[in-house]
């Protein structure tokens, strides 16, 4: 165990592809943590799917040592941080196990919306800030423009930020001597009973759950009986130790200290990130840590298999995903339209998207998935309220007294030349403006309050289109304010597909109808039958479309000759159905139940 004068607990905290798991390689293989054989292009994204979207998902941390140029041997936890807004409770909850954070910014790009949003975490959680300009081997990178910048914007001093390239390690020692310089070594009492914080975990099959943990105070050891304060859930700590970046038993964790524990649980429900680790016999003594919040899932969906009789291998690819990931929320679901399926909850768009592909490529289930939805806050005429998270679950409208949905603040980072269309953008999705702030003469901070079921849909895809990729986004949750809403439903073949119905502002009821009736038409393939497609509010239809008849076999065209061929074509035909639902006797695609999020503006 290290004194705590020499221990330094840190973060690298960046906006998303600035270079953060690219300079944490670099430290790990400074130090001698990691050989640059073993250095995998980024150890720190384990995940497959991390890796091949570039992101980092889950929290992790690594210790190293290091010999200052003070001739003193220090300990340094290196925890990292996931890099996308649909996690910063994780990221707070990472902040918080730290006392500095190294601040990376992308030479070529400037300060962003998510460099902002974390570094305004980093504050909060008190941390020494080092800036880190990163990329300076690039010939478009601006160093000094930047340095001005972190000026500028930040408030730190030009002469602080170290300039760096992860890719060719240029600055790696120089970070190193700041993180030992410049960040306080760990607080806290190791004569206090025990109190660590856990900030992430993650299932093993032989230990249970294996929580990350800070110690904040007190020492803890190995086959100590330990007890979660939030949960109340008790265990004897099984394994205590530190990832270099593989788990290391050491036996024990001190005061400052960062490592994990392997606790036995069989759910990281147990173990919730944010929660405090004590001993039973001081659970009345001390106090918990502050923040713990159980994640929210603010993003709903319904998750159908393809096949049916996929159905319980669906709950068991559920069931084991959430063995992992406490945000992750479901239960079971039926759908007129499309069967057994489950309701999902989710962090945001991104985490629906991973967990969505994580199904399909780990479990081998072809999934369909609903539009996604809000949670709305629905009060009704005998005053009762309740949340309602699926548009067909709705009640019926002459019930509802009132409906209120959340509201998210924004923040956008863009070149000026953007902010006419930006405000277009925003405007039409019934943003309302808040205020606009110019960073350097061509950059600026523009924040808006906006409807998150308006966010969900394409929304970043938009803003990425009208600025050319120039503009970053970051949001946060805002409160819940009432609306005028009405439920659209689609009528398939004369049959509401529940699957389909949606909940939209009364304004944008009728365009929105038009639109995605002309939309389906393109989606829904063409039948024996003609099949007509209408958009309805109650009993009114808004809108109608019809999809023709099929004249021809697709067959017809081998001429009854080519055997492979006509193979191939059936073949083909089969993969395009793997994707679709019969619904009354028409098949719709998945593409159709996404439609909502591509109707463009
Ligand atoms: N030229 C150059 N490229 C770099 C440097 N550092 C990182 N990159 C590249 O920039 C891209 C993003 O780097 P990452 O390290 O994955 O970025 P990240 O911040 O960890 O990204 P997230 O995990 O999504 O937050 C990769 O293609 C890196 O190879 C650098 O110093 N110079």
């Not at 969505?356 to 999934?367: A, V």
């Not at 269309?421 to 999705?429: E, G, P």
Request: hydrophobic share 40%; aromatic share 8%.
């Amino acid at each position: 165990m290290t004194d705590q004068a020499h221990i330094r607990n840190f973060c690298i905290i960046a906006h998303i592809d600035h270079g953060k798991s690219t300079l944490a390689d670099r430290l790990l293989e400074f130090t001698g943590t990691v050989s640059k054989r073993e250095l995998m292009a980024q150890t720190l994204d384990q995940m497959e799917l991390e890796r091949e979207k570039g992101i980092t998902i889950k929290a992790q941390a690594v210790r190293m040592r290091y010999t200052a140029l003070d001739g003193e041997e220090y300990e340094l936890n290196l925890i990292d941080t996931p890099g996308h807004v649909d996690f910063t409770y994780e990221v707070s909850r990472s902040l918080a196990a730290c006392e500095g954070a190294l601040l990376v910014i992308d030479a070529t790009q400037g300060i962003e919306a998510q460099t902002l949003a974390n570094l305004y975490l980093a504050l909060e959680a008190d941390l020494s800030i080092i800036p880190v300009i990163n990329k300076i081997d690039l010939p478009s990178a601006e160093p000094e423009k930047v340095r001005q910048e972190v000026e500028d914007v930040i408030g730190i001093p030009k002469e602080e930020c170290i300039l760096a390239s992860a890719k060719e390690g240029t600055g790696t020692q120089d970070i190193l001597e700041a993180i030992v310089k410049l960040v306080q070594p760990p607080k806290g009492e190791v004569e206090q009973p025990l109190r660590a914080l856990v900030f992430d975990s993650h299932y093993d099959a032989y230990k249970g759950v294996i929580a990350y943990v800070r110690v904040v105070d007190g020492q803890l050891h190995q086959d100590e009986r330990v007890v979660m304060m939030a949960t109340g859930s008790t265990t004897d700590i099984l394994e205590a130790g530190y990832f270099h970046p593989r788990l290391i038993s050491a036996g024990a964790l001190t005061t400052g200290e960062v490592g994990y524990i392997a606790t036995g649980f069989k759910n990281v429900k147990d173990c919730r990130v944010g929660d405090t680790v004590t001993l039973p016999s001081a659970l009345t003594r001390v106090e918990p840590l502050s923040g713990y919040q159980p994640a929210k899932p603010m993003v709903f969906a319904g998750l159908y298999p393809v096949e049916g009789n996929d159905y319980p291998l669906l709950r068991d690819a559920l069931d084991r995903l959430q063995l992992n990931d406490a945000s992750l929320f479901y239960e079971p679901e039926t759908s007129g339209a499309l069967g057994f399926g489950f309701r999902c909850g989710f962090l945001g768009l991104l985490h629906m998207e991973i967990i969505q592909e994580r199904l399909e490529r780990e479990y081998n289930l072809d999934i369909l998935a609903t539009a996604p939805s809000v949670a709305y806050l629905v009060t009704k005429t005998d005053g009762t309220t309740m949340e309602v998270d699926n548009p067909s679950a709705m009640p019926s409208f002459g019930d509802i007294e009132k409906i209120e949905e959340p509201w998210m603040d924004i923040s956008i980072f863009t070149p000026s030349r953007y902010i006419g269309t930006i405000m277009d953008l925003v405007t039409t999705r019934r943003g309302t403006y808040k205020d606009l702030k110019y960073i350097e003469a061509e950059r600026v901070l523009l924040t808006y309050s906006m409807p998150l079921a308006e966010l969900i849909i394409d929304f970043y895809d938009q803003l990425k289109t009208r600025t050319q990729g120039y503009a970053s986004l970051d949001y946060s949750f805002g409160g819940y304010h009432e609306s005028d809403l009405v439920k659209l439903d689609i009528l398939v073949n004369g049959v509401a597909v529940d699957a389909l119905s949606l909940i939209v502002h009364r304004e944008k009821a009728y365009h929105q109808g038009r639109a995605l009736v002309e939309k389906l038409r393109g989606l829904i393939p063409r039948q024996l039958f003609e099949v007509p497609i209408q958009a309805a509010i109650g009993s009114r239809v808004i809108s109608r479309e019809t999809v023709k008849a099929m004249r021809k076999d697709v067959l017809a065209k081998c001429y009854g000759g080519d055997i492979t061929r006509k193979r191939k074509l059936l073949e083909k035909q089969k993969e395009g159905k793997k994707r679709m639902k019969i619904v009354g006797n028409v098949e719709i695609p998945q593409e159709a139940f996404m439609a909502v999020l591509s109707l463009g503006e």
